[in-house]
């Protein structure tokens, strides 16, 4: 499998569109996919709220399917961290820990951090466009107050960078917790999606067109050390 796949592949299944007719679960490969999209989606946006129980049946019976794709979905939820699969197979919303999740990014920063380095060097004429039309994303959706559209742009400029390092394992393990570190900022860190966070993304693209590569990284650390103090500064973190 090319990157170009895995990264294609996952980035479609994590755009956390709301699918909620049959005849939709019809339209993507395979079964599989179009529930753990429905069921991802829910999840990341808080429909579904972290703790809650995933019966397999009330499940297949809402969404229209049989019980297996969605025990399947359910599987693949869990390989991301956002569904716990408990003693006597019983399922729920990953609950958010704050440790766990303080953790967490700083696991996935330092990951960020090493995808920048390796890519940067990589970043030509058609990423840096890329680059361009994901702040402009970003940009609109906070205008517009679409705030898990501005996560998704955001996560979407980091990756970009990863992406461009030509590492398959380094593109899996960020792109595989995409939805734990969307769902903590919607629930819990709306504040950064702001004209702040706009202006480091934009000064991170500024310093890297003037080929100040440290200054990116500089950019990066400041935005990962916010989203760490916002864990902190909840009870029990």
């Known amino acids: 499998m090319e990157l170009r796949e ?9 755009r956390y569109e709301e699918r909620e007719s049959a005849p939709a679960l019809l339209t993507p490969a395979t079964r599989r996919q179009a529930v753990a999209g429905v069921l991802r989606s829910r999840i990341v946006s808080g429909v ?7 019966r397999e049946t009330a499940l297949a019976q809402e ?11 359910l599987g693949t939820l869990a390989s991301e961290g956002l569904v716990e699969i408990e003693a006597h197979r019983l399922k729920r919303a990953t609950p958010v820990d704050f440790a766990i999740t303080r953790d967490l990014i700083r696991v996935q920063a330092e990951l960020w951090r090493l995808g920048y380095v390796w890519g940067m060097p990589c970043i030509d004429a058609i990423e840096v466009a890329a ?20 996560i998704i742009a955001g996560l979407d400029f980091h990756t970009i960078f990863i992406k461009a390092s ?3 394992e380094l593109l899996r393990s960020t792109l595989d917790r995409r939805g734990l570190i969307a769902r903590f900022i919607f629930l819990h860190g709306i504040a950064t999606l702001s004209a702040t966070g706009l202006s480091q993304h934009e000064a991170i693209l500024r310093a890297f067109k003037a080929g100040k590569h440290d200054e990116v990284l500089d950019h990066l650390d400041r935005m990962s050390a916010r989203l760490i103090a916002l864990c902190e500064a909840e009870p029990g973190a």
């Open 6 to 14: 895995i990264s294609d592949g996952l980035f479609a299944e994590l």
């Open 48 to 54: 579904i709220p972290p703790g809650a129980l995933l």
């Open 63 to 73: 969404l229209n399917v049989s019980a297996t794709p969605v025990r399947e979905a």
């Open 131 to 150: 680059l361009e039309r994901a702040i402009m994303r970003y940009r609109a959706a906070i205008e517009s107050g679409e705030h898990m559209a501005a």
């Open 166 to 168: 030509a590492s398959r």
